[in-house]
C-alpha cells in the first residue's frame, strides 16, 4: 500500500537486504509493506526467534537508509510494532 514508484524502490532495496535473489518481496518473509506520509511500517512473515531478528535489522537499516525521515515499523509475525 502507497505510492507505486516509492514502493517498488522500497521492495527491491528490502528483497535485496533480506536475500531474495528475484528482486521480489514474498509471503515467505514478508506479509505487508505500507507506505503512507511520514510512516511505513513492514510486517515480517516471520517470528523474532532463530533469523528472525537478523532479518527485522536488516530491513529496519534499509529503511532508515532509504526514509530518513519517516517513523519505521518492523513487525515479526504475533509481535507488536516497534520503532
Known sequence: MGPP???QRLVVALADSLGMADGQLDGTLVSS???MPGEVVLNLAVGP?????????AAFQTLRRLMPDTDIYV???GSQARQ
Do not use: I, R, W
Not at 526467534?49 to 535489522?57: E, M, N, P, R, V
Open 49 to 57: 526467534s532463530c533469523s528472525g531478528a537478523t532479518l527485522a535489522d
Open 75 to 77: 513487525t515479526h509475525a
Open 33 to 35: 509493506l505500507k507506505l
Open 5 to 7: 514508484d516509492d514502493l
